[in-house]
Every structure is written in structure tokens, then in C-alpha cells.
């Protein structure tokens, strides 16, 4: 079995999680069984994966894995449906929020709150308050419809113990928090109880972690084939993959710069996500990269022995070439296009900026950003672009808007010219690579890794200096400028996609399949008879 390993999926996700999905279209087009693991709790998970094609049976959630709650039919759990053991109850909907107030004559028994669906009014959250006012205990509802987490408060209002429940309302696992010698309020340890009685005590989520791993990859134990594991966010597993119990084919996937200054690959400072694997990386049995000069920097830097294998995170799928293309005096004219995470490492303010110059010669100019805001930094992403609008005077031309679903980045990539890009660091970029399959034209900066490959100077596009924004503005004037040159440089864009087809992928995965089939798992069983109370049979 393949393990794609990731803390958890949402309605809105970075590269990491858009990288999974494109790795699971073709895995599953090729007929390779994998799971999508995630260690975090999420009770709305299953819902969020099904919303972009991925089943109970591809996903696995530790919590889940737990709680017997792996494949668990959907039920609405209303309101009325949640037994208090009180009578004489009323519920009295709240106008303008999501919640019900549950009272018993003047007394407020709980606040219940549910999911973002006004029709159905499925339960979320149920808020338990005692005699006095005071709440006590806050349970929280699978998306799915059963009680999930209990999270018990303390007299001063903190979480005090978290306990989940498998689908039968039995207690599985259990955490605590408590404050520590310097006072910060943290996790103590963690409590797992199985079905035959035995208690397993954690002192860590890693240590719980690791014993997950354990259990699945025995569950899915073959002596002829080594289960895959795929750490596509390190945190998660970099100290447990190396630590199993039964042999495993276990692999490093980076899917961003290993060095902390992405233009100084081989002296600054590391990437702290991947210190840890990295440091470990002869443990491992493969290193991924998502380009060529990655998994060269890899080599030269740290002179691992575990082999290194270059597979794009970014697959285009075979419908988007068999897609009529689209020319480019059908889009929006002098239009430039991001569609990423407003943040500060994007540079969105940058490119505004490279606009707001570029207008000087090109008046109608525009810039849309698509994405959800990033607020970090005292909201730096959002100020560096009010800052170019206001010098450039660009309030009609620089436009920010929400984050768009798949379908629709596809189709306002096919309504514009240019896609710009202005980074610090990257790993791919699979929103530039997509762009391009819709026959944009990219100017990007010089930046490590993905984007200076991605683009091939002069043929798709072009690439400017990693500050350039000046250059940026440059490029942009002679592209808008000449009509004949944006569209031979957009019809590169759709010819040089095939570089990343389904075909060109897959092919790439093979060789790593291929050397994980190859592994020698051999493993001898621990004595499990005789042992303890257990009766000796003659």
C-alpha cells in the first residue's frame, strides 16, 4: 500500500495538499491502491475530500483509525436529536447565527451550534453549561453525525482533558493538558485504550504517531511487497518513519527549498522543516525532488546515499490537451494573472508594483490575484500591495479576489494574458505550471525551485532577475506590445506543457515503484505465544 502522509485537508489548501490530489488522479487512473493519511483531527475531513473526488476508502485519519470510524455512513444529527437527560426542554434558534439555545425553564442547559448548511441544520458544536452558568464540557460532532471529541473545562475556563469516542460512544483516546514547570499550558500525555482492554500510554503526539504508523503498516502487511510511505510534510513523521517496527519503503519528499535562502542552496541555513530529515536522510529510502536542479543541490550539498529520484508534484491531465486553445486576442487584453496564497513570500505587491510601472506605457494594464489573504506579518502581504496601488494610482487596475475552486482557476487562466509571479521561495509552483497549460505566457523572477525551470527563458515566457521588479515591468511592456511575440510565446506554453503530461509523470513514479518493489523486507514475527497470562496449548 501507498501512504501519502499530510496533517490534514480543508475547503482551502496550500501546493502540498493540490499536489496529493493531482498524485492520486493519476495513481488512480494507473489502478496503484493508496491512502491519503492525515495524523490531525479534522471532523470535517471526509467532507472536504469528497468534495474534489476522494473517498473513505482512499483516506485514512488517525483519529479515525482509532475510533473504528474509517467508513462511517453520513446521518444528520439535528438538535432534537441530542439526549441531555433533561426534560421540559425548548430550543430557541438564534437569528442571524448558526445555534440554538437548549434551556430548561430559565435555566441554559447548552448552545448548539451547526454547520454551515441553514436547510439541513446539522449539529457541529454542543456547548454544556451546569447549574451555575459555567461551561463544563464542549462536544464536538463528526460531519459524518456521531460525537466525536469531548473537551472537558476546567473552573478557569481551560480545556482540561480531551477524550474521543469510537462510533459507539466508547472512550478510545484521551490527552491531557496541564501546566508545565514554566507555566505554559501544554499537552501532558497521551491515553490509548484498545478493544481488548490493553492501555497504551504516550508521552507525545509523535510517539502516539509512531505507533499508528506501526499498526498500519502491519494492517497492511505484505511479505512480498514493501508498503510506501510518503512524507509529503516532515513534521509529521521525519523521527517515526525511521523508527518502525516492520521493514517499509520510506521516502522524503521536499516539496520546497531545502535551504533557509532558497538562492544559496548550498551554504545558508536550512529549511527548519527539513533539518530533521535531512540530517537523517541516509535513513530513508529515497529522496524526492520536484526538479532536476534540486535533486542536483541535494547531491552536491549533503552527499546522501539514499537515492534521489526528480518527479514534478504536478501532473496535467490528458483532458486539458485535447482542450481547444485559446488565442490570445480572445482574453482579456493586457491582463496579468496570480492565483496563489496572499502572502509575503509570494511577492504580490511586487508584481503590483512591476505593474503599476509597466502602465506608464501600457495604460489598461491589470492584475488580478486570486487567493486567500494571508495575515501574518501585521498583515505585510495586503500593505505591500495597498502600498503599489496607492503610489501607481492603480485602484481600477490591481484587483484582489477570494480563493478560487479547481474549475475556476482552470477557466480565468484561459481568460487571461500573462501570469506573473514574484517569489522568495518555492518548491514547483504547480499554479504557474497549470498556467501554462492554458497557454499563458509567464514572466517569473529568478527563484529557487520550479519557476526558473518551469519557465524556459525566451520560448514560454520569461525569467527576470529575483528583485527585478523594474525587469519585471520591462517584460511586461514588451510582451503587451507585440501582439506576435505574446502569441508565439503562448503557443510554447501549450507545446512545452507536455513536459509534465500524465505519460511524463507516471513514467518518472515508476522508477521509484520500481525500486521500492526491490526492497528486501525480510521480517521475523516477535514471539506472541506463551507469553504473560496466556495459557500454554499442548
Not at 501519502?4 to 490530489?21: D, M, R
Not at 520510506?250 to 522543516?273: I, K, Y
Not at 484561459?414 to 504547480?430: C, D, K, P, T, W
Not at 500524465?502 to 525480510?522: F, G, P, R, S
Amino acid at each position: 500500500m501507498l501512504f501519502f502522509i499530510n496533517s490534514t485537508f480543508n475547503a482551502k489548501n496550500s501546493g502540498i495538499e493540490h499536489a496529493q490530489l493531482k498524485r492520486a488522479d493519476l495513481f488512480r487512473k494507473h489502478g496503484e491502491p493508496f491512502k491519503l493519511v492525515f495524523r490531525e483531527w479534522n471532523p470535517q475531513v471526509h467532507r472536504y475530500l469528497a468534495n474534489v473526488g476522494v473517498s473513505q476508502e482512499e483516506t485514512l485519519v488517525m483519529f479515525d483509525y482509532f475510533q473504528k470510524a474509517e467508513k462511517v455512513p453520513e446521518t444528520i444529527i439535528h438538535v432534537e436529536d441530542i439526549d441531555f437527560g433533561l426534560t421540559g426542554l425548548s430550543y430557541v434558534k438564534q437569528p442571524g447565527q448558526l445555534m440554538y439555545l437548549v434551556n430548561q425553564e430559565n435555566r441554559l442547559v447548552a448552545r448548539v451550534r451547526y454547520y454551515d448548511e441553514d436547510e439541513m441544520e446539522r449539529v457541529s458544536v454542543v456547548e454544556l453549561f451546569d447549574g451555575f452558568g459555567n461551561l463544563y464540557r464542549v462536544d464536538h460532532y463528526d460531519f459524518r453525525g456521531f460525537m466525536s471529541l469531548a473537551q472537558w473545562y476546567t473552573p478557569d475556563n481551560k480545556i482540561g482533558t480531551e477524550v474521543w469516542y469510537d462510533i459507539n460512544g466508547k472512550p478510545v483516546l484521551e490527552t491531557y493538558n496541564r501546566f508545565d514547570a514554566n507555566q505554559k499550558f501544554i499537552k501532558t500525555g497521551w491515553r490509548l485504550t484498545k478493544d481488548n482492554g490493553a492501555v497504551y500510554i504516550f508521552s507525545n503526539i509523535d510517539e502516539l504517531t509512531l505507533y499508528f504508523f506501526n499498526c498500519i503498516n502491519e494492517d497492511y502487511w505484505n511479505p512480498e511487497k514493501a508498503n510506501i510511505f510518503i512524507l509529503d510534510r516532515t513534521h509529521l513523521g521525519d523521527w517515526s518513519l525511521p523508527e518502525l517496527e516492520r521493514p517499509a519503503y520510506t521516502v522524503l519528499h521536499l516539496h520546497n527549498s531545502h535551504a533557509g535562502d532558497a538562492q544559496d542552496p548550498m551554504h545558508s541555513v536550512m529549511n527548519n522543516f527539513y533539518e530533521y530529515g535531512l540530517t537523517n536522510a541516509n535513513k530513508y529510502d529515497a529522496i524526492v525532488s520536484a526538479t532536476d536542479k534540486q535533486t542536483r543541490d541535494v547531491k552536491a550539498r549533503f552527499e546522501p546515499i539514499t537515492k534521489l529520484f526528480t518527479i514534478p508534484v504536478g501532473v496535467n491531465p490528458d483532458e486539458v490537451f485535447a482542450e481547444d486553445k485559446i488565442p490570445m486576442t480572445s482574453r482579456k487584453k493586457h491582463s496579468v494573472l496570480m492565483t496563489c496564497r496572499i502572502a509575503p513570500e509570494k511577492g504580490v505587491g511586487k508584481v503590483a508594483e512591476a505593474v503599476g510601472i509597466a502602465k506608464a506605457k501600457i495604460p489598461d494594464i491589470t492584475l488580478d490575484a486570486y487567493g486567500y489573504i494571508d495575515h501574518r506579518d501585521n498583515d505585510a502581504a495586503k500593505k505591500a500591495i495597498d502600498s503599489a496601488i496607492e503610489k501607481y494610482g492603480l485602484q481600477e487596475a490591481v484587483h484582489l479576489h477570494d480563493y478560487l475552486e479547481k474549475e475556476d482557476v482552470a477557466r480565468v487562466q484561459r481568460e487571461h494574458q500573462v501570469y506573473a509571479l514574484m517569489s522568495i521561495m518555492e518548491g514547483f509552483n504547480l499554479a504557474l505550471m497549470e498556467a501554462q497549460s492554458h497557454g499563458m505566457v509567464t514572466v517569473t523572477n529568478d527563484v529557487n525551485y520550479g519557476p526558473n525551470d518551469l519557465v524556459v527563458n525566451g520560448e514560454n515566457g520569461y525569467i527576470v532577475g529575483f528583485d527585478g521588479v523594474e525587469e519585471m515591468a520591462e517584460k511586461f511592456v514588451e510582451l503587451f506590445e507585440d501582439d506576435k511575440e505574446l502569441q508565439t510565446m503562448s503557443d510554447k506554453a501549450y507545446e512545452l506543457s507536455e513536459r509534465f503530461s500524465e505519460a511524463n509523470v507516471w513514467k518518472a513514479w515508476q522508477e521509484l515503484l520500481k525500486d521500492a518493489q526491490n526492497k528486501d523486507i525480510h521480517f521475523v514475527e516477535p514471539i506472541s505465544k506463551g507469553l504473560g497470562n496466556q495459557m500454554l496449548v499442548k
